[in-house]
């Protein structure tokens, strides 16, 4: 996996991931940013989110669940003094359908955090507590 990372002017930065897609990665106007893009910190916390998204929604599949929708939510407590690493990080899962099954969904986001996730684990590993939880929401008919 690579990426290529270019300075853009001031606290401006282009990201291209090694699949050729590209995005806008800025500070802000106190770090003498324009305020035009994630800031690398929130990157890190939106692949973490992307993943274990990705892993709950494929396992739900791959178990035949009728899921509809998932979001991830997290939020992330970092450290005060530099370097400002995440200190906590929870993810809480919404996941929408018709006839989900609690324990489908419940086993979905465990193996996601403790089999599948590359960046949950990786993020884990260093330190990093996470947690997860859920709620379902049962779609009408």
Not at 47 to 67: E, M, Y
Not at 70 to 90: G, M, N, Q, W, Y
Not at 106 to 116: G, I, N, Q, T, W
Request: with cysteine; hydrophobic share 40%; charged share 25%.
């Amino acid at each position: 996996m690579k990426a290529r990372i270019q300075w853009a002017g001031e606290a401006m930065f282009l990201g291209e991931s090694g699949s050729g897609h590209a995005v806008v990665m800025d500070g802000p106007p106190e770090a003498g940013g324009r305020n035009l893009g994630v800031r690398p910190m929130e990157m890190l916390l939106l692949g973490l989110g992307g993943c274990t998204n990705f892993d709950v929604v494929a396992i739900l599949k791959k178990s035949r669940q009728p899921v509809e929708s998932c979001e991830a939510f997290l939020e992330a407590e970092r450290a005060s003094e530099d370097p400002k690493v995440f200190t906590k990080i929870h993810v809480h899962f919404v996941v929408k359908g018709r006839g989900l099954k609690e324990a489908q969904v419940k086993r979905a986001v465990e193996l996601s955090a403790e089999k599948y996730c590359s960046a949950s684990i990786m993020l884990g590993r260093a330190g990093v507590e996470i947690t997860h939880d859920y709620e379902i929401v049962e779609l009408g008919a």
